[in-house]
């Protein structure tokens, strides 16, 4: 069950530069796209989010951008900084109460 | 900041045993949650919870598994003999579930060893 794919397990950027996450998703019922960021031993906290009637939201640092055409979302951190560092999953769901389907993740690293 | 909440952080237990994981929802939230993730897989749905009852739920969430919101505070996955493959982290989620509000936030997991 590959609903939601992030190919790419590890980027490094250095920091201040801009970090792109990329996700892909087969199942075209989806309509809510969320980004969590991950520290091992500890739960997935909530970045930022976007609906299917959008195709781009910002938070700061952060900005997603959904390509509903393509079933592709980005994540943008700019500057990226080095408590960045985390895993980053990308979640979608069908509804606003539904279930959410992860990716597989994509191990951050920022270096100085 | 209202957190999701989530005790115990780990338990051991013993196969065969009964254990139960307890988390506290964010107060005005109605929709909660459980996932898990088996060490180095991703995180994977179980079960969702909505006006006292079970809204939808997983293939893994079988009659070994089960919920409660026993008050108006607690939220509960109980877990009737673990197994092997049950060892993994345990996260409780909770939502508002409405165009406003359909962020899940999750607690810090609870860290399920069966042994």
């Known amino acids: 069950d590959q609903q939601v794919k992030q190919n790419s397990p590890s980027l490094s950027v250095q920091e201040g530069r801009i970090s792109i996450l990329n996700c892909d998703y087969t199942?075209?019922?989806?309509?809510?796209f969320l980004w969590y960021k991950k520290y091992p031993a500890e739960g997935p906290t909530f970045l930022i989010s976007?609906?299917?009637?959008?195709d781009k939201n910002e938070d700061g640092r952060f900005t997603v951008f959904l390509n509903k055409s393509a079933k592709h979302l980005s994540l943008h951190i700019v500057p990226s900084q080095p408590g960045d560092s985390a895993v980053y999953f990308c979640?979608?769901?069908?509804?606003?109460?539904?279930?959410?389907?992860f990716g597989t993740g994509t191990r951050l690293q920022v270096t100085l | 900041e209202p957190e999701v909440t989530q005790t115990p952080s780990h338990q051991v237990t013993q196969m065969g045993q009964e254990v139960i994981l307890r988390c506290v929802p964010i107060?005005?939230?109605?929709?909660f949650y459980w996932y898990r993730q088996i060490l180095g897989q991703k995180v994977e749905f179980l079960v969702s919870?909505?006006?006292?009852?079970?809204?939808?739920k997983s293939e893994i969430f079988d009659d070994q598994f089960s919920v409660e919101r026993p008050d108006g505070s607690n939220f509960t996955l109980k877990i009737r003999s673990t197994k092997l493959e049950d060892s993994a982290m345990y996260f409780c989620?909770?939502?508002?579930?409405?165009?406003?509000?359909?962020?899940?936030?999750f607690g810090p997991g609870t860290r399920l060893t069966v042994t």
């Open positions: 989620a909770s939502s508002e579930g409405n165009y406003q509000g359909y962020e899940q936030y």
């Open positions: 199942n075209s019922m989806f309509d809510y």
């Open positions: 976007i609906s299917s009637i959008k």
């Open positions: 979640a979608a769901s069908t509804g606003t109460a539904s279930k959410l389907t």
């Open positions: 107060s005005n939230h109605l929709y």
């Open positions: 919870f909505y006006n006292n009852e079970i809204s939808e």
